[in-house]
């Protein structure tokens, strides 16, 4: 079965709670259960994590291929704007890779116009809530 990467970047596990007018009020756990709806019916297997340390996810992208999966669908979250080594890390591992943020970033403040990561990803999806994962999940499904 293919396998997709799932992550969630600073402060998503916040979500619910965070910024709801912003973000919405859905937590990452109701998030994380449509997403493995969405998968289990396609057929995919997911893995998700969520982390507030870039490291961390420099050293998650880094063994993707390693840990074979197919996809990355990923909210980098505040990192968006500032990690050239996560943008590094997607291009070291070439796997497509969907991003997502759940508020359109190119109508909120001007620092987050910039996303180091789209030109490393295939796609990007922004601004439609929770749906903007389901939408990226779906585009990440048909590319592998
Ligand atoms: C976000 C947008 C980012 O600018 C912000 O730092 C986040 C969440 C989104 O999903 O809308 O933490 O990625």
Do not use: C, W
Not at 27 to 44: D, H, P
Not at 105 to 121: D, G, K, M, Q
Not at 123 to 135: A, E, I, K, P, R
């Amino acid at each position: 079965m293919k396998k997709i990467l799932v992550i969630h970047g600073p402060n998503l596990d916040l979500l619910g709670e965070r910024e709801t007018n912003v973000y919405g009020k859905t937590t990452l756990k109701k998030i994380n259960e449509l997403l493995t709806k969405l998968a289990k019916k396609n057929k995919v297997t997911l893995e998700i994590v969520q982390s507030n340390h870039e490291g961390e996810l420099v050293d998650i992208i880094g063994q993707a291929k390693k840990n074979k999966f197919n996809a990355i669908l990923i909210n980098p979250a505040a990192y968006t704007h500032t990690s050239v080594a996560i943008r590094d890390a997607i291009a070291a591992i070439s796997l497509p890779t969907v991003e997502v943020h759940l508020s359109n970033i190119y109508a909120r403040e001007e620092f987050r116009h910039t996303s180091l990561i789209a030109p490393v990803s295939f796609g990007q999806v922004s601004g439609f809530g929770v749906d903007s994962y389901l939408l990226g999940l779906q585009a990440a499904i048909s590319l592998i």
